[in-house]
């Protein structure tokens, strides 16, 4: 499938400022330049399920992109550095960490996959965009966090795992008082009866999604294992 480019940057456009996020000539670019060629690369090694342009645009870019202000919010509040180093688990085929990299140049967002064919996605996409802030990590989330321990500022996962596998993975990957955002689907109060007693959450801040007719939430939660 081929979009058009016109009407996608349109609809782009107007989700943008439903989103109250702030975006220039350049990075709106970006985002039709990313979305051409993940169409194109979807249409042959299948890095989604989504293939209709109109979901792509609302439980994709549109997901995505809402977590921007909160983000920054969470500096503006002391909780994460103005240039922080943020692990997106299990990113897929760029989404959330690949366009939260192209609104937040002050962030360093290591993306971390397993699949070959997406990472190979992902490093293409990454010259492409000229992206200088992406790190693609082609390793299981696991061996990432044995390699690289208490070096991240924040973890964030979309639709990786359930709530307390992605808390654990986290964990040794975090700095002291580093945050993990879980962005969610669905209302997910079992989810958090099953967190482990040493996580906490901190913040649940529900989400409005452009052209999404859906709950979705970011859950932000910390540990309070003493390092």
């Known amino acids: 499938?081929?979009?058009?480019?016109?009407l996608f940057e349109a609809e782009l456009l107007d989700g943008l400022k439903e989103l109250g996020l702030h975006h220039t000539q350049s990075n709106t670019r970006q985002l039709v330049d990313f979305s051409s060629e993940f169409f194109k690369w979807n249409a042959i090694h299948n890095l989604s399920a989504i293939h209709s342009y109109p979901e792509y645009l609302s439980a994709h870019v549109m997901d995505s992109l809402a977590v921007v202000n909160p983000l920054f919010k969470?500096?503006?509040?002391?909780?994460?550095?103005e240039d922080a180093k943020l692990a997106d688990l299990g990113v897929g085929g760029g989404f959330p960490g690949m366009?939260?990299?192209?609104?937040m140049?002050?962030?360093e967002f290591y993306l971390v996959e397993a699949v070959k064919k997406k990472t190979a996605f992902l490093h293409h996409i990454k010259g492409v965009?000229?992206?200088?802030?992406v790190h693609v990590i082609d390793q299981r989330v696991e061996h990432f966090s044995r390699e690289s321990p208490h070096s991240m500022d924040a973890t964030i996962s979309r639709a990786f795992t359930e709530l307390k596998n992605f808390a654990t993975y986290s964990e040794p990957l975090l700095k002291p008082n580093g945050v993990m955002f879980a962005m969610k689907s669905q209302k997910i109060n079992q989810e958090i009866e099953g967190l482990p007693s040493n996580f906490q959450i901190i913040d649940s801040e529900e989400l409005k999604i452009p052209y999404l007719d859906a709950y979705r939430c970011l859950l932000s939660l910390q540990s309070m294992r003493k390092s």
Do not use: T
């Open 1 to 6: 499938m081929i979009i058009d480019n016109k």
């Open 74 to 81: 969470k500096v503006n509040e002391g909780l994460l550095p």
């Open 99 to 103: 366009l939260l990299a192209i609104f």
């Open 105 to 107: 140049p002050d962030f």
């Open 129 to 133: 965009l000229k992206l200088k802030n």
